[in-house]
């Protein structure tokens, strides 16, 4: 079975510095997409990144980063220059295509709090 | 990206009652997914509501008690039906884009709870 693993339910780093969250993931597949998602205090889930297996070049989105180990099955999401607005649980997901079906599998997140 | 509207964002309902959750997209897409979150936990996928087949539930989930329409490329509803405590949760509506790299999108929830 898809499995996503977060193993740090809660993190917290000061204003202005970087921190990283952690995420592996179990999978027999070698087409797959993955992704970070964001969901703040109010409740929307927003994406914040997302890689695709194929590629070997790791993601990037203004502050976000990712550092994408295929054959360690690790995806880990790096945050610089950390702000107030980035507190959120921060979930990891992964997707794949087989067999037709298109399943979104989720870790069960990290809370970050960001400190004034 | 894509812009989705659930209605309600919230319901205090009695147990024994049905709730019907609508979810409405700005844009036509194909993929359509149910989930439900325990407040501070993870998702659970309830069911994905691809338009033009049925809705497919995963394991613990069954029609009768979360019966999926998805009348059109923009529309879905699910429904809570003969709702318990148990039953209380936030239920949240995404959808996704094959042609954009599978990216998926958040409705803003509903927040149910039975008393």
């Known amino acids: 079975a898809q499995t996503v693993t977060q193993s740090q339910p809660e993190m917290s780093v000061q204003e202005a510095e970087t921190v990283t969250l952690s995420c592996t993931y179990d999978t027999s597949e070698n087409n797959y997409y993955l992704f970070w998602y964001k969901q703040p205090p109010s409740r929307q889930m927003i994406l914040v990144i997302r890689?695709?297996?194929?590629?070997?070049q790791n993601a990037t989105e203004n502050r976000f980063s990712v550092n994408f180990q295929k054959a360690a099955k690790s995806f880990s999401l790096k945050i610089s220059d950390s702000q107030l607005g980035d507190t959120a649980m921060y979930f990891c997901?992964?997707?794949?295509?087989?067999?037709?079906?298109?399943?979104?599998?989720f870790g069960t997140g990290t809370r970050l709090k960001v400190l004034a | 990206s894509a812009v989705i509207s659930q209605k309600p964002s919230r319901d205090i309902c009695q147990r024994g009652t049905s709730l019907t959750i609508q979810c409405q997209v700005d844009s036509q897409v194909t993929m359509m997914f149910w989930y439900r979150q325990q407040p501070g936990q993870s998702l659970t996928l309830i069911a994905t509501?691809?338009?033009?087949?049925?809705?497919?539930?995963e394991s613990g989930f069954v029609i009768d008690k979360f019966p999926i329409s998805r009348p059109n490329l923009t529309f879905s509803t699910l429904t809570v039906s003969n709702m318990s405590p148990e039953d209380s949760s936030i239920y949240l509506c995404?959808?996704?884009?094959?042609?954009?790299?599978?990216?998926?999108?958040f409705g803003p929830g509903t927040r149910l709870t039975v008393t």
């Open positions: 995404s959808v996704a884009y094959p042609g954009n790299r599978y990216e998926q999108y």
């Open positions: 890689q695709e297996a194929y590629k070997q």
């Open positions: 509501a691809n338009q033009g087949s049925e809705a497919t539930y």
């Open positions: 997901a992964f997707m794949n295509r087989a067999s037709g079906t298109y399943k979104y599998i």
